[in-house]
């Protein structure tokens, strides 16, 4: 604990200590946008133009085939699935309790709010009315040795938290932790002395949420002592989720029992990860470029819109959370380079709505219009700033007659979720300024539901796939990756598990729950090209992670997962 409490890169949000940039490069300045000019996309083409596209799907190329190699992956196998593999590698007979057998009464009613558990206990997913059960989703190590994937742990240690809650009920209350005298040790068979470890690791973490489920606060203290002296900042993946869901439970015991009166909301004004992410620096460019989302989304996205642009002399883009611009370079980019195939570009126009630091708004405008200018692309960049959504309105975008506008959202509308009526005006107001195509990038989870321990298990496997995820691409060590993990998610954990109602900002909802809120503003989902599935292939390949990272389509929406778990959705939208 002494080493966690030296380690510079831990924030304790409670003595309201605040990030500061620890790099003031300029990573994206006018002369060196070079995580978006990448030799291997230019070789490639960028992206798409018109013609190019049409001949794509003229020939039909089989290496491309997107989702008929990829499948439809699910979440992760059952218990019963992954210890049977776990069996036969190493020719021990296991026995495993069926949990799906049990008789919901048969478990007590403080239990009854772990439900959810089950759900990702069993392996089983249900798409379109079917179920689908997919492999044990192994990573592999330089020895090519099976090893679990932080999924498995997770789910692993949620069905033994069941059972085990189960079987040990009427002793619980006298034992301080729930991994003594375990009554189903024979699950252990074949794991690795870490694995062991961090599936046990994961039952206390869950003991700790159902004592602050049940309001048994000092015992969850109890438990989250046990936890932290476990978990680690700088371990391995699951040490170091279970390390920040401990710190969030620790916040929501402080502020129930009143020991400490800082409140989350606080935390969340201290270090806003969506106002960080406006800006240029190591840790967002570091995300940039060493994990695949991004990129993946951003040349996805940006091909959807030159397909619909491609003709147009006056292109007029909407965007609705700026951020870093970057997304616009590979526009241009792309716009450039088809100069001479489409008519001349007469002007691009970009307007960004902002709500909040202008300051960092005019700062991406100002990078954009000087990289223009090297390329020879006529823009012209505009602000259009309200103090809250309810105030925006179409006069305020100044449309020209003969401009084709096109709508970009990235990761924005979430951020209105706990205000609705501001969701429901710019919503409105988008669909009143007649976009050819709106394109939406979302976090792909349900974090939402006002049942704390909903919120609890569905984040916590999201930001374990996450965290999985970090651990294939960056060192431990890495600063980038703790400064990601202490501020970006850090936060967003604390403020989901510890706040309540409006306090709580991070909020994430699924592509189902868009689909029909879009519907009914008069919106309809479309298919994404060919072309733009072949540019997320494209990074795929990039980062070879093809087998960890997989598309998926749910209706004509694109779904990005991370081993199974859903961590992003693409979708293109046009008026009916």
């Given at each position: ?157 949620g069905t033994r938290f069941i059972q085990c809650f189960n079987s040990q009920q009427a002793a619980a209350d006298h034992v301080p932790s729930m991994m003594l005298n375990h009554p189903f040790e024979s699950s252990f068979y074949g794991l ?151 008519p001349p570009l007469e002007l691009l126009r970009i307007t960004s709505i902002g709500t909040t630091s202008k300051d960092l708004i005019e700062e991406t405008g100002e990078r954009l219009l000087s990289f223009a200018k090297t390329i020879n ?200």
């Amino acid at each position: 604990m002494e080493e966690l409490n030296n380690n510079k890169y831990q924030v304790d949000f409670y003595e309201g200590e605040t990030w500061e940039d620890r790099d003031n490069e300029n990573y994206l300045s006018s002369s060196d946008f070079r995580y978006v000019q990448d030799d291997h996309f230019l070789d490639e083409g960028i992206l798409f133009s018109k013609n190019q596209h049409k001949e794509l799907q003229e020939e039909q190329i089989s290496d491309y085939e997107l989702l008929n190699d990829t499948g439809v992956t699910v979440d992760s196998p059952s218990l019963e699935t992954c210890l049977e593999e776990i069996a036969r590698f190493n020719e021990i007979p296991t026995l495993v309790s069926n949990v799906e057998s049990k008789k919901e009464k048969d478990y007590p009613i403080s239990l009854a709010s772990f439900e959810i558990l089950r759900n990702y206990s069993s392996g089983v997913k249900k798409m379109n009315g079917e179920r689908v059960m997919e492999e044990p989703s192994y990573d592999k190590t330089s020895n090519e040795e099976k090893k679990l994937s932080t999924d498995d742990i997770l789910r692993i240690g949620g069905t033994r938290f069941i059972q085990c809650f189960n079987s040990q009920q009427a002793a619980a209350d006298h034992v301080p932790s729930m991994m003594l005298n375990h009554p189903f040790e024979s699950s252990f068979y074949g794991l690795s002395i870490e694995e062991i470890r961090d599936v046990e690791l994961v039952e206390l973490l869950l003991s700790c949420a159902e004592r602050v489920e049940s309001q048994q606060f000092e015992w969850g203290s109890k438990l989250l002592n046990q936890c932290e002296m476990l978990c680690s900042v700088s371990g391995n993946p699951i040490e170091r989720v279970v390390y920040y869901f401990c710190r969030a439970l620790r916040a929501r015991i402080d502020k129930e029992t009143e020991r400490h009166m800082v409140l989350s909301l606080q935390t969340f004004q201290q270090f806003n990860p969506d106002k960080a992410m406006m800006s240029l620096n190591a840790t967002h460019h570091a995300m940039h470029e060493e994990i695949p989302f991004s990129q993946l989304c951003i040349f996805a996205g940006i091909q959807a819109i030159i397909e619909n642009v491609i003709e147009a002399k006056k292109i007029h883009i909407i965007d609705l959370g700026i951020r870093s611009g970057s997304q616009w370079t590979v526009l241009m980019q792309a716009l450039a380079s088809s100069n001479h195939e489409s008519p001349p570009l007469e002007l691009l126009r970009i307007t960004s709505i902002g709500t909040t630091s202008k300051d960092l708004i005019e700062e991406t405008g100002e990078r954009l219009l000087s990289f223009a200018k090297t390329i020879n692309i006529p823009l012209s960049f505009k602000i259009v700033m309200v103090s809250d959504m309810s105030h925006l309105k179409e006069d305020l975008f100044e449309l020209e007659s003969d401009e084709t506008v096109a709508v970009y959202s990235s990761y924005l509308l979430r951020s209105f979720l706990s205000e609705p009526d501001q969701l429901e005006s710019l919503v409105k107001v988008v669909r009143n300024l007649n976009p050819c195509v709106m394109v939406v990038t979302e976090i792909e989870a349900n974090h939402n539901s006002p049942v704390f321990v909903n919120r609890f298990i569905e984040a916590l496997f999201f930001y374990g796939a996450y965290f999985d995820c970090l651990e294939n691409f960056m060192k431990r060590e890495d600063e980038n990756r703790m400064v990601c993990e202490s501020l970006y998610f850090g936060t967003g954990i604390k403020n989901m598990v510890a706040s309540e109602g409006k306090q709580r900002k991070i909020r994430h909802v699924t592509i189902d729950v868009w689909k029909a809120f879009f519907t009914r503003y008069g919106f309809k989902d479309v298919e994404l090209s060919s072309s733009s599935l072949y540019q997320a292939k494209l990074i795929l390949k990039k980062f070879s992670c093809e087998n960890s990272c997989t598309l998926d389509v749910n209706g004509k929406c694109l779904i990005v997962r991370w081993k199974g778990t859903p961590i992003l959705s693409l979708s293109v939208w046009k008026i009916i």
